[in-house]
């Protein structure tokens, strides 16, 4: 079966505020970043410098729990999360990101208890009660097949047993989670989204598919642009629209990425882009090879992007990149700054949350 579990993204990380020591925010506000690029080592390092001051951070400890959960250390996530939760009860969401990790390993008695747990001390979190929905499906799945088993003609456990997998066999783009064997995959965990203001997101094992990106708006040139910006390039007839050559160059990036398609992902960046963190091209380029082809799905949307130009040559693309694998959902502001060169429209340089 497939595993649509889900834990939260660090969209709201700051909710955990009241319940932090005074650590730097700027460490930390790197730490994140560093995070959501994929720098899961430097940002380890950057969040246990923080611990190292404020032992009893609860923004850096919950930060460090996912960084491990995407190094696939389940084990010592446990541990951090399962000290969340003795230390700030009140929280639901290290309860939830723990029966992402017990399903995950199988332990589905111990995701239950923890969802109920995570409902307890919020008992409006309504993404724990659809976890704790999906957790009893898949216990129910695996008691009717338990009942076919034993009586192969009961038909009423076999009608029941094809509505549990048709309900999951809706969910499309499911990935596999592997339990004990590769012959026994785990059927869907819990799902999780952050909904609410007073709730951090943790990152998403994976796997509903997402909706299609709302059709692109490009936001139109003002008539009397800002004095660092210029209106954008005229389109002679028979010409090709820029703002849409450059949409279909932002569009085919995310694709790429989506599809692990290194080579031509990292085709869209320029030949004068420079990393971000101090990195060299060579050391980043690798980086981001190890993401994007490192065998999860991901999907990454491009929602809203607005376009400027600085020039008839240098165009900047904000937009909410929506980015999903099968440990991680993140939505952050991206800008893009592209540069025409050799016809193409190339990526300049890369900013998170501008």
Request: charged content about 25%; hydrophobic content about 40%; overall charge positive.
């Amino acid at each position: 079966m497939t595993r649509a579990l889900r834990t939260l993204t660090c969209l709201l990380f700051l909710s955990f505020a009241a319940a932090s020591g005074p650590a730097t925010a700027d460490d930390f506000q790197e730490a994140r970043r560093l995070f959501t690029q994929g720098s899961y080592g430097s940002a380890l390092d950057r969040t246990d410098a923080i611990l190292a001051k404020q032992p009893k951070d609860a923004r850096a400890r919950f930060l460090k729990g996912l960084i491990l959960t995407e190094q696939g250390k389940e084990g010592e996530a446990i541990k951090v999360f399962t000290a969340l939760t003795q230390d700030f009860p009140e929280l639901p969401e290290p309860y939830n990101n723990l029966a992402v990790l017990y399903a995950a390993q199988g332990q589905d008695e111990k995701a239950r208890t923890a969802l109920e747990m995570a409902i307890r001390t919020h008992p409006s979190y309504a993404t724990a009660h659809e976890n704790l929905g999906d957790v009893y499906a898949k216990m129910a799945r695996e008691a009717y097949d338990k009942a076919l088993k034993l009586d192969s003609s009961n038909a009423t456990a076999r009608a029941k047993l094809a509505l549990v997998k048709e309900l999951f066999s809706a969910r499309p783009g499911g990935a596999v989670l592997v339990k004990g064997s590769v012959a026994e995959p785990v059927v869907t965990g819990p799902k999780v989204t952050p909904e609410s203001p007073t709730q951090p997101a943790m990152p998403p094992a994976a796997a509903v598919e997402p909706p299609p990106p709302p059709k692109p708006v490009v936001a139109p040139p003002a008539a009397k642009p800002a004095p660092e910006s210029k209106p954008t390039p005229a389109v002679k007839p028979g010409d090709t629209d820029p703002q849409e050559e450059v949409l279909k160059t932002v569009d085919g990036w995310a694709k790429a990425w989506s599809a692990g398609d290194a080579k031509t992902y990292l085709g869209f960046y320029g030949p004068g882009f420079k990393p971000p963190a101090g990195q060299t091209r060579v050391a980043w380029e690798q980086s981001r090879r190890d993401r994007v082809m490192k065998g999860k799905r991901i999907v990454v949307q491009v929602a809203q992007p607005r376009i400027t130009f600085a020039s008839p040559e240098e165009a900047i693309v904000t937009f909410r990149q929506n980015y999903q694998s099968e440990t991680l959902k993140t939505s952050s502001m991206k800008k893009l700054t592209l540069v025409r060169t050799g016809g193409r429209w190339l990526i300049q340089r890369e900013d998170i949350g501008k």
